[in-house]
């Protein structure tokens, strides 16, 4: 939605101020999907507005609900017939987050992720990137009676966790952590948004001077350079140590503690070596309090690799905090519905 536009618009058509406010809190905070629906407007000025905006720049072209429940995948097709992916998940009953994208595909070509495979497309704007949000929203808004009947049915959470690496799309991406966080739209509290980098250091001290309480995450995975070299092609330009001094800064800045996501892959990168060696280069970042790593499980996506099995993932923890590191196994949520992380590709 593109408020700075229909606010430019009410008030060439000489509407008041208090106009304004109470369209902002039926679209951001209701989650209206027409302005037919806000009953406090004029019916001249309610068809005004559907005639002339349009609430989602996106429309919706399938829509996969995991049996669970526990997570939903949109395909939305943009204006300019490019598609984007989406998901919403609940970690726990009521409990909702939404994984937005911020690029059509991705240019960073990780090996083990399905977006890296479909290359590099376009970045999105950040209206495209919030009406994620205002899409489930919407979404939540039209099942909640009908399905949950529990009373809290909103979004908590806001992970960039999606397609496309968010720090090579920062002047829309930081966009959009402000308009999540405008209180007079979104009003989401900035420790409510999480960024997830493949490991751009650059990009991690921007995050840190600009929403030093937004969550940062970064998808490691590897702790060794020519593994990492090998399976993540921006360890060329961005290496292990630079990622170092890039969190050192963060640390710094922030005393916020970080997310380091590891993907066990067999025989890749899960053997005891590999967590003694992940345990080492974490130390060697110091305030080690601060950094918590995240084992996920690998979500198949072309079948080149595989995960590690239930023991090994156990026992990879069991090295780590023997190592003085702290660590959570994390149950994958969405591979059903092909939405979750590294899944995500709309061909
Ligand atoms: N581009 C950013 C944001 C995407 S987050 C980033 O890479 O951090 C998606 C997460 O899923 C990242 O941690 C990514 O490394 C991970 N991922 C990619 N492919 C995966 C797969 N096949 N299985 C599990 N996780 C995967
Ligand atoms: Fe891009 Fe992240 Fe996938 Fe790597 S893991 S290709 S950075 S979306």
Request: glycine share 8%.
């Amino acid at each position: 939605m593109d408020i700075e536009k229909l606010e430019k618009y009410l008030g060439e058509i000489g509407e008041k101020s208090f106009r304004i406010k109470q369209i902002r809190k039926a679209v951001f905070v209701d989650g209206i999907s027409s302005f037919e629906e806000i009953s406090t407007l004029s019916k001249e000025l309610r068809k005004k507005l559907d005639e002339n905006f349009k609430i989602l720049s996106f429309s919706a072209e399938n829509i996969l609900e995991a049996k669970d429940g526990q997570s939903v995948k949109a395909l939305l097709e943009l204006s300019d017939g490019n598609f984007l992916e989406t998901v919403l998940i609940s970690p726990k009953p009521g409990d909702w987050s939404v994984c937005v994208s911020t690029q059509v595909g991705c240019a960073m070509g990780c090996r083990f992720c399905a977006t890296g495979k479909m290359g590099f497309k376009r970045n999105l704007t950040a209206e495209e990137i919030t009406d994620q949000v205002l899409f489930w929203r919407q979404y939540l808004n039209g099942i909640k009676n009908l399905k949950f009947k529990i009373k809290n049915c909103d979004i908590s959470n806001v992970v960039y966790m999606g397609m496309g690496e968010p720090f090579n799309n920062w002047k829309e991406v930081s966009e959009s952590i402000r308009i999540l966080t405008n209180k007079d739209l979104f009003a989401f509290g900035s420790r409510s948004i999480s960024v997830s980098t493949s490991g751009i250091a650059e990009g991690i001290e921007k995050l840190a001077s600009e929403f030093p309480q937004v969550n940062l995450a970064i998808s490691l995975h590897f702790a060794n350079d020519k593994k990492r070299d090998e399976f993540m092609p921006v360890n060329k330009k961005d290496n292990l140590e630079s990622l170092k001094i890039a969190l050192q800064k963060y640390f710094q800045k922030t005393k916020r503690k970080v997310f380091v996501e590891y993907i066990l892959l067999e025989d890749a990168n899960d053997t005891k070596e590999d967590a003694q060696e992940l345990a080492r280069y974490l130390k060697s970042i110091g305030n080690t309090h601060l950094l918590h790593v995240n084992l996920i499980g690998y979500n198949t996506t072309s079948g080149d690799f595989r995960s590690s099995s239930g023991n090994r993932t156990h026992k990879f923890k069991e090295y780590l905090l023997l190592g003085g590191i702290n660590a959570t196994i994390r149950k994958s949520l969405g591979e059903e519905i092909k939405g979750a992380c590294g899944q995500l590709a709309t061909r």
